[in-house]
T-cell receptor, first 114, second 113 residues
Framework: ELKVEQNPLFLSMQEGKNYTIYCNYS?????LYWYRQDPGKSLESLFV?????AVKQEGRLMASLDTKARLSTLHITAAVHDLSATYFC??????????????FGKGTKLSVKP | EAQVTQNPRYLITVTGKKLTVTCSQN?????MSWYRQDPGLGLRQIYY???????DKGDVPEGYKVSRKEKRNFPLILESPSPNQTSLYFC????????????FGDGTRLSIL
C-alpha cells in the first residue's frame, strides 16, 4: 500500500527566509504532483514531476524529485506573505501513460509572517 | 472558461436520506475523480473514472456510488448517508495523461446530521 508522508505538517516562517517541505513515499512511482490550497478554496496545481532528477521552478518555489530515494522537495526562497497556504504532494499508483489512484500527503500548512 | 462545476456547494441533510452531488467538466477530459477532505487526514480518493463506463475504487469507497454515463458528468451518490460522511468533497478532472495535473472543482461541504 502506497503511503505518502509530508513534513513538516505546520510551518511558520518569517518573510525573506528559505525553507524546504519534504514529501516521502513508500513504493516506486514515476510521477509526483504538488498542489496549493488557500483557506476555504480549491486546489491549484503547482508542479508535475515525472522523472528522476526532475526540477521545476515557478517564482519563489522550486520542486525536485528523486525517485530512487522516493523523495520530493518543495523549496521556498525568500518567503513572502502571499505564499501562506497549505501545500500537498500527491503520488499516482499507476504506471504507464494514464492516471489512476492518487494518494495525497496530509499537507503542510505554511504561514509566512512579516 | 475551462472549469469543473460541483453542485450543491453546501448541503445539510439527515442520516439515511439519499443524496447526489453532481460534477460536470467542460474540458472534454477523460479522467474524473472524487475526493473527500477531512482535517488532519488530507485528501483521500473515493472513486475515479478513466473513461465513460469505466470506474474504479479509490481508498475510501465504502458508502459511496458513482456512475460515468457521459464523458462530462461524474455524479457522487450517497445512498444512505451517515454522520461519518460529513466532509468537504472535491471533484477533479484531467486529460488522463500522467503528465497533466488534475483540475479541481470548488468543493461541496456536506453535513449529515
Amino acid at each position: 500500500e502506497l503511503k505518502v508522508e509530508q513534513n513538516p505538517l505546520f510551518l511558520s516562517m518569517q518573510e525573506g527566509k528559505n525553507y524546504t517541505i519534504y514529501c516521502n513515499y513508500s513504493t516506486t512511482s514515476d510521477r509526483l504532483y504538488w498542489y496549493r490550497q488557500d483557506p476555504g478554496k480549491s486546489l491549484e496545481s503547482l508542479f508535475v514531476l515525472l522523472s528522476n532528477g526532475a526540477v521545476k521552478q515557478e517564482g519563489r518555489l522550486m520542486a525536485s524529485l528523486d525517485t530512487k530515494a522516493r523523495l520530493s522537495t518543495l523549496h521556498i526562497t525568500a518567503a513572502v506573505h502571499d505564499l501562506s497556504a497549505t501545500y500537498f504532494c500527491a503520488v499516482d499508483t499507476h504506471y504507464g501513460g494514464s492516471q489512476g489512484n492518487l494518494i495525497f500527503g496530509k499537507g503542510t500548512k505554511l504561514s509566512v509572517k512579516p | 472558461e475551462a472549469q469543473v462545476t460541483q453542485n450543491p456547494r453546501y448541503l445539510i441533510t439527515v442520516t439515511g436520506k439519499k443524496l447526489t452531488v453532481t460534477c460536470s467538466q467542460n474540458m472534454n477530459h477523460e479522467y474524473m475523480s472524487w475526493y473527500r477532505q477531512d482535517p488532519g487526514l488530507g485528501l483521500r480518493q473515493i472513486y475515479y473514472s478513466m473513461n465513460v463506463e469505466v470506474t474504479d475504487k479509490g481508498d475510501v469507497p465504502e458508502g459511496y456510488k458513482v456512475s460515468r454515463k457521459e464523458k462530462r458528468n461524474f455524479p457522487l451518490i450517497l445512498e444512505s448517508p451517515s454522520p461519518n460522511q460529513t466532509s468537504l468533497y472535491f471533484c477533479a478532472s484531467s486529460s488522463g495523461s500522467y503528465n497533466q495535473p488534475q483540475h479541481f472543482g470548488d468543493g461541496t461541504r456536506l453535513s449529515i446530521l
